[in-house]
């Protein structure tokens, strides 16, 4: 079974700012790949990064990077630069990589981010 | 643009009806999956398919059910609906290749019962 907690319900964050997002996860999977979503209040689902657990470095784009620390199973989110679009709801999702079946995305609860001018 | 389509956007009905909720994935893309997302369940896996078969089910109601087309397209069939349904319903694609695991996702539909 896989389980993602993100602690932090919601954050104010400052334009220009940066801002760390926390997420950990547990998995039995041997392998596994962990993803940050983006859903704005329009409601899409929008894909940032992706980290495989095999990866030796962390993944980077653009103003994201993941702050991935296998051993602590923890895998957070770092907005560089904050800007006012940046507001929205934030998702770290898991899954196993196991071929083509049964990969479901599993989802922590989401942080709410509201960038202040 | 995800590249992942979803039809219809929005949808209000009545209890009791049936209807169904359309996605064609992106380009290339053989697997499929439906979530449902709802205030007091979040994110919710429902079910997968892969170029033509269920692979995989999740928290699926018996009264939902879900195919895929030899076009690669998938339908998510509601049925009896009921107040508790309403949320909102997406699809993803994935090529499952390996280093090309990501799950790209539809804009959703939004569906009411009322």
């Known amino acids: 079974a896989q389980k993602i907690t993100q602690t932090q319900p919601g954050m104010f964050v400052q334009e220009k700012e940066a801002v760390t997002l926390d997420c950990t996860y547990d998995?039995?999977?041997?392998?596994?790949?962990l993803f940050w979503y983006k859903q704005p209040s329009s409601g899409e689902m929008i894909f940032l990064i992706y980290?495989?657990?095999?990866?030796?470095q962390n993944a980077t784009e653009g103003r994201y990077s993941l702050n991935f620390q296998k051993a602590r199973k923890s895998a957070n989110l770092v907005i560089s630069a904050s800007q006012l679009g940046d507001s929205a709801m934030y998702f770290c999702?898991?899954?196993?990589?196991?071929?083509?079946?049964?990969?479901?995305?599993?989802f922590g609860g989401g942080t709410r981010v509201l960038v202040k001018p | 643009d995800s590249g992942v389509t979803q039809t219809p956007k929005h949808l209000i009905t009545a209890t009791g009806q049936r209807v169904t909720l359309r996605c064609s994935p992106r380009s290339g893309d053989l697997s499929v999956y439906w979530y449902q997302q709802s205030l007091d369940q979040g994110l919710q896996f429902l079910i997968q398919y892969y170029n033509g078969e269920e692979r995989a089910k999740g928290n699926i109601l018996e009264r939902f059910s879900a195919q895929q087309f030899p076009d690669l397209h998938s339908e998510l069939n509601l049925s009896s609906l009921e107040l508790g349904d309403s949320a909102l319903y997406f699809c993803?694609?994935?090529?499952?290749?390996?280093?090309?695991?990501?799950?790209?996702f539809g804009p959703g539909t939004r569906l009411l019962v009322l």
């Open positions: 980290q495989g657990s095999y990866d030796q």
């Open positions: 999702a898991m899954r196993g990589l196991r071929g083509t079946a049964g990969n479901k995305l599993t």
């Open positions: 993803a694609s994935s090529s499952e290749r390996v280093h090309q695991e990501t799950q790209y």
């Open positions: 998995t039995s999977d041997p392998s596994y790949g």
